[in-house]
Each structure stands twice: as structure tokens, then as C-alpha cells.
């Protein structure tokens, strides 16, 4: 079953506003990732929040983490026409030093308007 | 670049065909991983290894098998494909201790 929900599953914005998805998940994690994917390619790990974290920061991105909540929001800023792909979060839940995967959500679908 | 390279890249195949999938990786990660990536579903684990000859089970593995007999690659086999395992299917390594993933440029596979 999916453990991360994105919202809204499909977004468009014109170039230079700022783009807000969230992801919400069922259990307790270790971390949260979030993964953009451009049409036919694979995906590229973007950003990584701890479960001890609330906020991280990387260039144009910032990530929110909720963990009372259980959600997660990305936030975009001063989009461009590259931004246009779909962004996914995916959850972490091991916690013991190994790695047996992460669950995705679905994906929202980004498009940025020229 | 995390040095991973699926082959093929694309494959048409028959229903009750065996299929192979090869996952190859230059910089000796010992955290490999298959999923698949199907509409409306995102990205599914369907088996994932740590290390040469251990692997586990995802949450998809019913109908695939895989192999790791050499750190480098990971093989993911479909022994008789069926419809329903038309997909997009990639591979990962794991990064860093905090488990980022690195993906391959993935295989599309249609069985008919």
C-alpha cells in the first residue's frame, strides 16, 4: 500500500511563482525524501528531511516536515520552465542502520508556464 | 551520475516468456534495489539486495525473482511474464547512511 500521498496530483503555475506540494504518510519514519522526475527519465533525489528535523533548505527548494502531523510539504521557489516534471516524496520507515526501500506516493505532476 | 546503467532499455515480449532485467553499477554500493512504476501508483518495491547473495522481498514480488551474484549487478527475472507486469522498472543503489536513493534510466518492458 502506498505509505506517502501528494497533494494536489497535478499543478500549473506560470514561470516565476512559487510551487507548494504536500505528501502525507501513515507511519512513523525515519526520514523523507523527495524525488523529481522528468517525462521518460528516472528519478533525482532532491531533498532529505530527518525525522528530527522541521525545516531543511537547498537552493530554490524548502522542505517542511510535520511529523505530528504526518505530512510534508514541498515548496518551489521562482519557478522556471526546467521545474516542469513530477515530484515525488517518498518515506524511509527503517531506523536500524539497513535499508529495505522506500515507499513513493504517487507524484504530483508539475507544470510551469511560460 | 551514480554509475548505474539498466539494460535493456526497452523490451516487447510475449505472455509465458522469461524475462531478464539487468541492473549494473560501477562504485561497489551494497544496497541495490528493483521497483516498478506503473500509473496511478508511483514507485513500488518488488525486491532489493544487501549484498552478494542476499536479497528480500518488497512489497510487489509476487511473479519475480532476482540474483546477486557479484556485487556490480543485480538481476531482476520475470520466469513467465504476464500482462500485468508491463511497466517502467528501475533500479536504485542507496547512498549515503541516511538512504537516499540513486536511480537508474529504467526499462520498458510491454509483455502481450
Known amino acids: 500500500s502506498q505509505q506517502g500521498e501528494e497533494d494536489p496530483q497535478a499543478l500549473s503555475i506560470q514561470e516565476g511563482e512559487n510551487a507548494t506540494m504536500n505528501c502525507s504518510y501513515k507511519?512513523?519514519?525515519?526520514?523523507l525524501q523527495w524525488y523529481r522526475q522528468n517525462s521518460g527519465r528516472g528519478l533525482v533525489h532532491l531533498i532529505l528531511i530527518r525525522s528530527n528535523e522541521r525545516e531543511k533548505h537547498s537552493g530554490r527548494l524548502r522542505v517542511t516536515l510535520d511529523t505530528s502531523k504526518k505530512s510534508s510539504s514541498l515548496l518551489i521557489t521562482a519557478s522556471r520552465a526546467a521545474d516542469t516534471a513530477s515530484y515525488f516524496c517518498?518515506?524511509?520507515?527503517?531506523?536500524?542502520?539497513?535499508?529495505?526501500?522506500?515507499?513513493f506516493g504517487k507524484g504530483t505532476h508539475l507544470i510551469i508556464q511560460p | 551520475d551514480a554509475g548505474i546503467t539498466q539494460s535493456p532499455r526497452h523490451k516487447v515480449t510475449e505472455t509465458g516468456t522469461p524475462v531478464t532485467l539487468r541492473c549494473h553499477q560501477t562504485e561497489n554500493h551494497r544496497y541495490m534495489y528493483w521497483y516498478r512504476q506503473d500509473p496511478g501508483h508511483g514507485l513500488r518495491l518488488i525486491h532489493y539486495?544487501?549484498?552478494?547473495?542476499?536479497?528480500d522481498k518488497g512489497e510487489v514480488s509476487d511473479g519475480y525473482s532476482v540474483s546477486r551474484s557479484k556485487t556490480e549487478d543485480f538481476l531482476l527475472t520475470l520466469e513467465s511474464a504476464t500482462s500485468s507486469q508491463t511497466s517502467v522498472y528501475f533500479c536504485a543503489i542507496k547512498g549515503s547512511s541516511y538512504n537516499e536513493q540513486f536511480f537508474g534510466p529504467g526499462t520498458r518492458l510491454t509483455v502481450l
Open positions: 507511519t512513523s519514519i525515519n526520514n
Open positions: 517518498a518515506t524511509d520507515a527503517y531506523s536500524g542502520g539497513g535499508a529495505d526501500g522506500l515507499t
Open positions: 539486495s544487501y549484498g552478494v547473495k542476499d536479497t
